[in-house]
């Protein structure tokens, strides 16, 4: 006779003796279960036979539903299933769960401040720092434009825009 299936395993046929590991990308709860659960938006079921999901969507990513890896190997056969790089001019806190950009909304990408620039996979709004001196940023995907002849970008970082000299 087979015993139930216990948490971290499943069984989706009837009268099987062997119970089935939890795959990448989902969690078994529950005992007995007949097919695994995906894995919640804003976390990663990175590992076999889990009953909670317990690591969170790291930093600089989103985790949409049924996300298994962030390890480059396993993310060759799992393209689907990895998290994805926060796009460029926004940020990600930890956990973060979709791509659409929501203002404080902390789920979602949120803008990186004015002056910075956040490339893709930034996780605080200073990304990788301020627009640099002789250089301005108009928005945080911009990484710097020459400021132009007869135009001031300073006296310090984090310009938005040319200032023009005096006469």
Same mark, same amino acid.
């Given at each position: 006779?087979?015993? *139930? ?10 009268? #099987?003796? #062997? ?5 990448? @990308? ?10 695994? %659960?995906?894995?919640?938006? &804003? ?5 076999? &036979?889990?009953?909670?999901?317990? =690591?969170?969507?790291?930093? /600089?990513?989103?985790?949409?539903? &049924?996300?298994? %890896?962030?390890?480059?190997? !396993?993310?060759?056969?799992?393209? $689907?299933? =990895? ?11 930890? +956990?973060?769960?979709? #791509?659409?950009? $929501? ?6 990408? !949120?803008?990186?401040? +004015? @002056? ?12 990788? /720092? ?33 200032? *023009?000299?005096?006469?």
């Amino acid at each position: 006779v087979p015993s *139930p299936c216990p948490p971290g395993t499943y069984q989706p046929y009837k009268r #099987q003796v #062997q119970c089935q590991l939890c795959p990448l @990308g989902f969690w078994c709860p529950h005992p007995r279960m007949t097919e695994p %659960t995906v894995c919640r938006r &804003g976390w990663m079921c990175d590992e076999l &036979g889990l009953t909670v999901p317990y =690591k969170k969507c790291p930093r /600089g990513f989103i985790c949409e539903e &049924g996300v298994a %890896t962030k390890i480059a190997r !396993q993310t060759l056969i799992m393209d $689907k299933r =990895k998290p994805l790089p926060c796009p460029a001019g926004l940020h990600c806190f930890e +956990q973060t769960q979709t #791509q659409n950009p $929501k203002p404080n909304n902390y789920s979602t990408p !949120q803008a990186c401040y +004015q @002056g910075f620039f956040c490339p893709q996979g930034s996780g605080d709004p200073y990304g990788a /720092g301020a627009c640099p001196l002789g250089r301005y940023c108009p928005t945080p995907r911009h990484t710097g434009i020459v400021c132009p002849e007869r135009y001031m970008c300073g006296p310090y970082p984090a310009n938005t825009e040319p200032i *023009p000299c005096p006469e």
